[in-house]
């Protein structure tokens, strides 16, 4: 133990390491099996192993590099090396994917503040069945034409659609929390038939959605709505929607839209549960 003592001021044990850097002693025990901090020297009768403070420097580094977003095998090539220029090439890769995780950390953020406000949406609506005229903003949706025709089939085939939209999404690498509030449209001339047919779906997109060229713009008015709690009424209920217009005089100025304001499947596993905002655009007399 003597030589320890000559040089307490300079050695420490693995214990106190951990303490003054706030770590562990296991942290302390991997750094020196992967050969990234080594515990400077071995007193030769009890073979304990002490650290120099001046490590502290080396431990440092490494923290530091962790905190860049480095992997320890990474930093552990990086030391072996001693190469400035593969520090170099190394930080700018995790910049790159910094840059990656802040654009999907963006687009999670927007998608749970999408979240919140159907949710608010939804709790404010009123009941299902109940027509009003309501005034919506400009919209910006992200839509695709399928071959089938949805008033067809029932909500089995509307899923299987559904994940045809949501396939699609990820073909072109589009972040999946866009996937959610979907709709379909049925053009003017057919809903004011009431020939039920619609081959296309879309999803509501916002200003960063990667594909802007692939988007259009629902025109904000004045929208005849009514709202329904269950998919199979959609006809029934676009058939009120459509005597209540005609009942008022409102010129109907553009298409029908099926619009999902929330899914409730976190209530019922069985199958979606959506809570839906029919609307047409509508022109008053003044």
Known sequence: M?????????????GEMAKINRTTVPTLRLYDSMGLLTPYYTDEETHYRYYD???????????YMKELGMELKEIKELFDK?????????????????VVQMQELKFKMQAIDRTVASIERYKKSPKSGTITLEYIPDRTIYSMCVDTNFYDYNIDMYELILKQLKNKLMEFHIPQVYYCNAGTIMRRELF????????EIFIFVDDDFPMKDCVQTIENGMYACIYTEDFDEERDCAK????YCREHGYQICGDYICEEIMEMNVFDSRKR????????????EK
């Open 82 to 98: 001693q190469d400035i220029n593969l520090i170099e090439q190394i930080l700018r890769q995790k910049k790159e994917q910094t």
């Open 273 to 284: 549960s959506m809570y839906l905002r029919l609307q047409v655009p509508v022109k008053m």
């Open 240 to 243: 009120k929607l459509l005597a």
């Open 53 to 63: 403070i001046k490590q502290n420097a080396r431990f440092d580094m490494i923290q």
């Open 192 to 199: 004011e038939k009431l020939t039920f047919y619609s081959e």
């Open 2 to 14: 003597k030589n320890y003592m000559e040089k307490k001021d300079r050695y420490i044990s693995i």
